[in-house]
């Protein structure tokens, strides 16, 4: 796979990191496929130049990060700044709020009966800064860190709530305040969504919400199921 450029991004880019933060970087490839490439705390996300470029010509919210945020390592052909002059910002971002906000409602739902507390946890802290992320970008001050997050709508809770992003344990206390969360910044709960975990999963790809059917597919041998409501 030839790379035509490199980037970081995260909080090694902002320098924010601390000693135990992963290391995110943004490859440009001439392969056909994208591809992401996980080893130990570094993670890569391999894009083809075309891809890259529709990516961030769509307004895709990962793009506004790389364009705003990522710092060039390796770039000779100048692959990243074509990307970068690319992008176009969506008017609003309402679908991947929408997207967000059911996943988390769904694992906040899940929450008692899932085993893996650390991808819970992982994935509800993704959904709330997506949540806040994209309505950052639609004020026009797209944000990236928790605690520039935190000061943008002026609610240091969301700091702590973010962090849990790596914690492995039930945090029983915390999945009330994302349900809260999710409903003030994001959307409310869709009462149409089915409680069949199996017809969630099919919920999800019907309205293109990969990250849920993907946290779905994950976690449906790990969940013993008892149904549950929206409100």
């Not at 991947?96 to 409602?105: K, P, Q, R, V």
């Not at 409310?188 to 019907?206: A, I």
């Not at 993907?214 to 969940?223: G, Y």
């Amino acid at each position: 796979m030839p790379i035509l450029s490199l980037v970081v991004y995260g909080s090694r880019a902002r320098e924010d990191h601390s000693v135990d933060s992963d290391t995110d970087l943004f490859a440009i490839t001439n392969d056909e496929r994208y591809e992401m490439i996980v080893e130990g705390t570094t993670n890569i996300a391999c894009y083809p130049l075309t891809q890259a470029i529709s990516r961030a010509e769509g307004g895709d919210l990962f793009f506004v990060h790389i364009t705003l945020e990522a710092k060039a390592i390796y770039d000779p052909s100048g692959a990243f700044e074509t990307v970068k002059k690319s992008f176009v910002k969506k008017e609003n971002y309402s679908s991947e709020i929408s997207n967000a906000s059911e996943l988390g409602f769904a694992l906040v739902a899940h929450a008692e009966h899932i085993q893996d507390y650390y991808l819970l946890n992982k994935r509800l802290a993704w959904c709330l800064r997506t949540i806040l992320i994209a309505r950052s970008a639609e004020q026009g001050r797209p944000t990236f860190s928790k605690e520039g997050l935190g000061d943008v709508f002026q609610d240091s809770g969301l700091i702590d709530l973010i962090a849990l992003k790596d914690c492995e344990n039930f945090t029983a206390k915390a999945y009330p305040q994302f349900y809260s969360a999710f409903i003030k910044y994001g959307c409310s709960p869709n009462t149409k969504m089915p409680t069949n975990f199996s017809d969630l999963m099919v919920y999800f790809l019907e309205h293109d919400n990969m990250m849920g059917l993907k946290t779905a597919r994950l976690l449906s041998n790990d969940i013993e199921f008892e149904g549950y409501d929206w409100i």
